[in-house]
């Protein structure tokens, strides 16, 4: 039997409501967060989240559900995450 898993593609969804709450789905990972950046990666690339204040509220990789609060000043888009980044692509970033 084949144990192995395969990646699932989520829906991805931006919900930005009065640039103080922002709700994303199809989130994969959380690469780092303060309260200035967020960059996270989804199946359409590397999403990094820019304001003042910004707060993770919920999250669930699981689902790739992600909840934000603060005063937000950008979402920018980067070319799509490799699949599998070794020791050096990220120390080298």
Do not use: W
Request: glycine share 6%; aromatic share 6%; with cysteine.
């Amino acid at each position: 039997m084949n144990d192995e898993k395969k990646p699932i593609k989520l829906s991805h969804n931006l919900i930005l409501k009065d640039r103080k709450a922002l709700v994303i789905s199809g989130v994969i990972d959380v690469d780092s967060f303060d309260e200035h950046k967020i960059i996270v990666y989804t199946d359409l690339g590397e999403l990094t989240i820019c304001g003042e204040d910004i707060h993770i509220e919920k999250i669930n990789l699981e689902t790739g559900d992600l909840n934000l609060d603060g005063n937000i000043a950008s979402m920018v888009y980067t070319e799509n995450r490799p699949s599998n980044q070794g020791l050096f692509s990220k120390l080298f970033r």
